[in-house]
């Protein structure tokens, strides 16, 4: 069967930490990756989205970087969180046409 | 002029009601539609999905597409209290299967 995994489910750190948020998809080969992060009363903001290992697109500037270093695992990565960086933050995938599934979520409190 | 634009209500209807949902969006490329329900402190679950003009139908959900007036609505019959959510409308960007979304609009549904 094809899911998504993404730990971990919440995530308190300090201010200048850095960060690591794994996700990883089972079922499918290639698939197109996003991470997405939804910000207290806001909508859903697309952060990167990946096509294959290695190939990484930012679709905003910001203090986080990502990498995909196996076909089935996408890093949502930083070396110094922001107060700003809180968030409810989303991989996402698209296991066939354009419909695009979601994982669980990581609750990201920066404090 | 934001992509996509949703009333962020609460929008509020006694239980066995219609609820209306809409959603404009900016991009006149843009081909695939979708609604997404989002409860809360939850990941956004794919609810429907629609490409051509005129209505879809799935259960007690309806998906209403125009494209000339670049506007997509859902009709929910039938609403229950387990319909109390936010739902998110998406549409996809530049003809390519990144997701833009709007910031969702709260339905509650008293019994």
């Known amino acids: 069967s094809q899911t998504i995994h993404q730990w971990p489910a919440t995530l308190v750190q300090p201010v200048g930490s850095p960060l690591s948020l794994e996700c990883t998809v089972e079922g499918t080969s290639n698939p197109n990756l996003y991470w997405y992060r939804q910000a207290a009363g806001r909508g859903l903001q697309l952060l990167f989205y990946s096509v294959g290992i290695g190939q990484i697109s930012s679709e905003v500037p910001q203090n986080l970087s990502a990498s995909r270093p196996q076909d089935r695992q996408f890093i949502l990565s930083s070396k110094k969180l922001l107060l700003s960086d809180s968030g409810f933050y989303l991989c996402a995938w698209c296991p066939w046409g354009e419909k695009l599934f979601f994982g669980s979520g990581t609750q990201l409190s920066v404090l | 002029q934001k992509e996509v634009e949703q009333n962020s209500g609460p929008l509020s209807v006694p239980e066995g009601a219609i609820a209306s949902l809409n959603c404009t969006y900016s991009?006149?490329?843009?081909?695939?539609f979708f609604w997404y329900r989002q409860y809360s402190g939850k990941s956004p679950e794919l609810i429907m999905f629609i490409y051509s003009n005129g209505d879809k139908e799935d259960g007690r959900f309806t998906a209403q597409l125009n494209k000339a007036s670049q506007y997509v609505s859902l009709l929910i019959r039938d609403s229950q209290p387990s319909d109390s959510a936010t739902y998110l409308c998406a549409v996809n960007r530049d003809n390519t299967d990144k997701l833009i979304f709007g910031t969702g609009t709260r339905l509650q549904v008293f019994p």
């Open positions: 991009d006149r490329g843009s081909q695939s």
